[in-house]
Nanobody, 124 residues
Framework: QVQLVESGGGLVQAGGSLRLSCTASERTLTTYNWAWFRQAPGKERDFVAGISYSGTSTPYADAVKGRFTISRDNAKNTMYLQMNSLKPEDTAVYYC?????????????????WGQGTQVTVSA
């Protein structure tokens, strides 16, 4: 099965930037939709951003619009999340995920593959 490996998390001051990466273990032979989720302690796992298999649809959660940018490099089999103007409320474990199908979903239950998660901590 497809394995996803995340990296790029860390500690940053408010207003700073981080770039998360998610790389698949092998090139996918089928079409996949990709997304980023995040989960803070005691909170639900929430949708952050997604990119359709075609790359034509990139929805964002309202809380991150204008600050985060999702992208994908097909040649490297890697997805990215560029996070700018970070706020303390962005602190969470961030997960990348992928699902088969013709469309994206904001529901975590619909995704087939998950990364191990990477911690992002934003200090005040």
């Amino acid at each position: 099965q497809v394995q996803l490996v995340e990296s790029g998390g860390g500690l940053v001051q408010a207003g700073g930037s981080l770039r998360l990466s998610c790389t698949a273990s092998e090139r996918t032979l089928t079409t996949y939709n990709w997304a980023w989720f995040r989960q803070a302690p005691g909170k639900e796992r929430d949708f952050v951003a997604g990119i359709s298999y075609s790359g034509t649809s990139t929805p964002y959660a309202d809380a991150v619009k204008g600050r985060f940018t999702i992208s994908r490099d097909n040649a490297k089999n890697t997805m990215y999340l560029q996070m700018n103007s970070l706020k303390p409320e962005d602190t969470a474990v961030y997960y990348c995920a992928a699902k088969r199908g013709n469309s994206l979903s904001a529901g975590a239950a619909f995704y087939n593959y998950w990364g191990q998660g990477t911690q992002v901590t934003v200090s005040a």
